[in-house]
């Protein structure tokens, strides 16, 4: 299993553009879900789906999309870059199982830089 | 709202002594709590969890921590550390109402010295 995969790994993009970070997991995992990690931040929740056509917002969501089309994938899309957009931004997915959940996988990253 | 705390930005320790890396949480009823470590330039690796039963929980790479709800602590905790183990590390609480989300703490970077 190649686990939970996401490209590209470095982006940067100027002010106003749009773009895609893709995540893939072939675990068959119904839950999904990205993060933005800022440095003393810890992870902030974007948005999460427990299974395909299911999506939600999570803490922070303004400026970003997903969508679940299929149960391996859940891209991310950038609308309008802004440089309150530069992060590292982490995929994870797991089983939906048991009232506390199972262990969540996460990505490599994504390090993205808004000028 | 569940959240956790992670007081200490950064803990020293010299190599082959105990390590304690401190996390407080805030939940309303009962509290599902994760320990993750992240090395430099990499994603997440999940090292325990605690859902229900025994308060000392056990992990990968010899972690334990223990769960105390008078104190509603949940720390990390190492008998022995190694060079090896500097990294950070973040406590996480399963947030009600969202999926499977966690909330993470800012996290604490562990530095072991030889």
């Known amino acids: 299993n190649a686990g939970v995969t996401q490209t590209p790994k470095f982006q940067v993009l100027k002010t106003g553009q749009s773009m895609t970070l893709q995540c893939a997991q072939d675990?068959?995992?119904?839950?999904m879900s990205w993060y933005r990690q800022d440095p003393g931040m810890g992870l902030r929740l974007i948005h999460y789906s427990v299974g395909a056509g299911i999506t939600d917002q999570g803490e922070v969501p303004n400026g970003y999309n997903v969508s679940r089309s299929t149960t391996e994938d859940f891209p991310l899309r950038l609308l309008s870059a802004a440089p309150s957009q530069t992060s590292v931004y982490f995929c994870?997915?797991?089983?939906?199982?048991?009232?506390?959940?199972?262990?969540?996988?996460f990505g490599p990253g994504t390090r993205l830089t808004v000028l | 709202a569940q959240s956790v705390a992670q007081p200490e930005d950064q803990v020293n320790v010299a190599e082959g002594n105990p390590l304690t890396v401190k996390c407080t949480y805030s939940?309303?009823?009962?509290?599902?709590l994760f320990w993750y470590v992240q090395y430099p330039n990499r994603g997440l690796q999940f090292l325990l969890k605690y859902i229900t039963g025994d308060n000392l929980v056990k992990g990968s790479y010899g972690f334990e921590a223990e769960f105390n709800k008078s104190q509603t602590s949940f720390h990390l905790k190492k008998p022995s550390a190694l060079v090896s183990d500097s990294a950070l590390y973040f406590c996480a609480v399963r947030v009600s109402n969202s999926g499977y989300a966690l909330n993470f703490g800012k996290g604490t970077s562990l530095l072991v010295t030889p």
């Open positions: 994870a997915s797991s089983y939906s199982r048991g009232q506390g959940g199972d262990t969540q996988y």
């Open positions: 675990m068959n995992h119904e839950y």
């Open positions: 939940v309303s009823g009962n509290p599902y």
